[in-house]
């Protein structure tokens, strides 16, 4: 597929002056932003700041209000059903919670990509199903239910099945969520080896300060629909904007006292 490029670099998402609304609610606010080849861009703001509304709509499983998406050098937003699904054969989506088939092996879960984009043997999907497993570490256990895998075992196992047709574009929802230090830690390093043997480009929705800062190329901070922040590692820690120091100091920003007393005054009448 073409690729577009900006500065030499690859834009392998560009999202030009997107607009969502939930009803009356304005939730993405004129965004812009392009990711490019072979980084690891990470999204991160407060609940209700709109970053899984981004996310969604990256994945093509929301329309926008108005703007446009495009991954890969393709019009994502105004595709058709049949061009989308084209599209998906190239990427990758690691859920939250591993969203893996509970009635299903994991060997089962980790070929349902190759079965919906590919016509390949059973003896093929058998063969990368087994190399997928070993590049998470989970080699051996293809037979185990997802009933039997602990929380660090779902989240590799997602990854497994994400990467399953090796996507130029992979994305990932909560990666480090619910896991102890240790595995966090581990999963981090798992991403970092995937970036880079294998060439992919991430976008990773987190509010994990110590894993956003590991592996992220850059960072981009949302707050109330609008990008509050677009910089490196480095740079945020610099950012002198209230949401942003808020968000890396894990300090709560300071309410209006107008807007508190009021709302004390609504519960009471």
Same mark, same amino acid.
């Given at each position: ?15 030009s ?18 990711? +490019?080849?072979? $980084?690891? %861009? ?12 981004? &996310?969604? /709509? ?31 054969r190239?990427?990758? *989506?690691?859920?939250?919670?591993? #969203?893996? +088939?509970?009635?299903?092996?994991? #060997? =089962? ?6 079965? $919906? /984009?590919?016509? %390949?043997?059973?003896?093929? *999907?058998?063969? &990368? ?15 185990? *239910?997802?009933?039997? &895998? ?18 130029? %574009? %992979?994305? +990932? ?6 896991l ?5 830690? $581990?999963l ?13 480009? *991430?976008?990773?929705?987190?509010? =994990? &300060? ?27 820690? =610099?950012?002198? /904007? ?11 920003? =300071?309410q209006?006292? #107008? ?5 004390? $005054?609504?519960l009471?009448?």
């Open positions: 597929m073409r690729k577009v490029k900006q500065n030499d670099r690859k834009a392998m998402i560009r999202v002056d997107l607009v969502t609304h939930y009803g009356e609610r304005k939730i993405l606010d004129g965004l812009d932003l392009t990711v +490019f080849e072979g $980084e690891i %861009l990470v999204i991160m703001g407060g609940s209700g700041s709109g970053k899984s509304t981004l &996310l969604n /709509h990256l994945l093509g499983l929301l329309t926008p209000t108005s703007g446009t998406i495009e991954l890969l050098g393709m019009d994502f937003t105004h595709a058709s059903a049949g061009n989308k699904q084209l599209l998906r190239y990427m990758g *989506m690691a859920f939250q919670n591993g #969203a893996l +088939f509970s009635s299903m092996t994991l #060997a =089962e879960n980790i070929q349902l990509p190759m079965r $919906e /984009h590919t016509n %390949l043997p059973q003896s093929t *999907m058998d063969i &990368l199903t087994q190399m997928k497993l070993e590049v998470v570490n989970l080699g051996g256990f293809e037979n185990l *239910m997802p009933s039997e &895998l602990s929380g660090g075992m779902i989240k590799r196992a997602a990854l497994a099945r994400a990467i399953a047709l090796d996507p130029e %574009l %992979l994305f +990932f929802d909560e990666p480090s969520a619910g102890d230090p240790i595995v966090a830690a $581990e981090d390093q798992l991403i970092l080896r995937l970036r880079d043997g294998l060439q992919m480009t *991430m976008v990773v929705v987190t509010h =994990e &300060l110590d894993s956003a800062f590991t592996i992220a190329d850059r960072i981009v901070v949302l707050d109330k629909g609008k990008i509050v922040f677009n910089g490196s590692v480095e740079a945020i820690r =610099e950012c002198p /904007h209230e949401t942003v120091v808020a968000l890396i100091n894990r300090q709560p920003q =300071e209006n006292q #107008a807007d508190s007393d009021a709302f004390i $005054e609504r009471l009448n």
